[in-house]
């Protein structure tokens, strides 16, 4: 369906190469059903009407400061009503600094939404982080569906922490850390909540819709796949998020194709070096075989002559010593 190409070597890859970990971004989150599912399933927000909700995918949210990054977020969701913000981030690559990172986003959806310190405690804050890996391992968390960190704010007596004599308004502030890699043979669900969250996770790795176990899941991404509108946004989001990728598959194409090339031209060289050599040994065979010829006859011929000389032995006698035909013999004698 879609098709990038570096230099001459075309790589193809379209949307049922790809799961929900993959792209969710591009489309999956534009179905608010399916957000809303999201909300629900990983953090407990339920989402009464979707149309209080706003959904931006692919959001940046621009920094000032030269030289920075701005910061873009998978999606970021207002629900006006409730004045809650959320961020949902697709973590296929472990960069160590999961909770940190979710702190930063934290911090952009605060800062961002809505505008004002005298609005910000009255808005609940909350960043997923879902990872297809397991964020937690080689900590003594390792193996854990998900970690929930829920940001207090105390006033203290040196005011160290506060907002004009005020506690800083964190209150409500939650970061939520899937682990989209759980083993589930070994750490089944523990309760009703988790056995959720596992058909969530599972059906995040699914390419196939039919295979999906939540209808909402197979029904969202159904709908994405089958749109044809979505072919060249997703020939963008493919060529962004796989640019790297590609190069280096494409690199490691070539340079197999080249030591393919290398070895057939190394075969084929070392054929032909055979078959010159074969060549040449039976071109030398056969001057030799003529040299050996011309040798045998110049001693016949002698042989033929020393006897016409000292001997009284007959034309036909000397023609059978000397293997000679007779009438070379008798060319010699009168010579």
């Known amino acids: 369906m879609s098709e990038t190409t570096t230099g001459n070597t075309p790589l193809k890859r379209s949307i049922d190469d790809l799961d929900l970990f993959d792209l969710p971004m591009v489309g999956i989150f534009k179905d608010k059903r399916y957000t809303a599912y999201t909300l629900s399933t990983l953090a407990g927000i339920e989402v009464e009407n979707l149309d209080e909700m706003d959904v931006a995918v692919e959001d940046f949210l621009a920094n000032t400061e030269e030289g920075k990054r701005d910061m873009r977020m998978d999606a970021r969701i207002n629900i006006r009503k409730g004045e809650e913000r959320a961020n949902i981030e697709i973590q296929r690559v472990k960069k160590e600094d999961e909770a940190a990172r979710a702190l930063n986003y934290s911090g952009g959806l605060i800062t961002d939404f809505p505008k004002g310190l005298k609005k910000i405690p009255e808005t ?35 005011k160290f922490h506060t907002l004009s004599g005020m506690p800083y308004p964190f209150d409500g502030l939650t970061i939520i850390i899937y682990n989209g890699a759980q083993d589930w043979k070994k750490n089944p669900p523990k309760s009703e909540e988790e056995a959720k969250i596992k058909v ?136």
């Open 124 to 158: 609940k804050n909350t960043v997923i982080f879902i990872c297809n890996f397991d964020p937690f391992e080689n900590t003594p968390y390792s193996g854990m569906t998900r970690m929930r960190y829920t940001l207090r704010s105390d006033d203290d007596e040196m």
């Open 200 to 335: 969530y996770l599972e059906d995040m790795k699914n390419t196939d819709p039919g295979k999906m176990t939540s209808d909402i899941a197979r029904t969202a991404c159904r709908n994405y796949k089958e749109d044809p509108k979505v072919v060249d946004e997703v020939k963008d989001w493919i060529i962004y998020k796989y640019g790297e990728q590609m190069k280096e598959e494409v690199a490691e194409k070539v340079a197999a194709e080249v030591a393919e090339k290398e070895k057939a031209l190394r075969k084929e060289y070392e054929e032909k070096l055979e078959e010159k050599l074969e060549e040449k040994l039976k071109e030398r065979l056969k001057d030799q075989k003529k040299e050996s010829e011309d040798a045998l006859r110049k001693q016949q011929v002698q042989i033929a002559k020393n006897l016409l000389s000292l001997s009284s032995m007959t034309i036909s006698e000397i023609a059978a010593a000397t293997k000679l035909e007779e009438s070379e013999v008798k060319k010699i004698s009168k010579e």
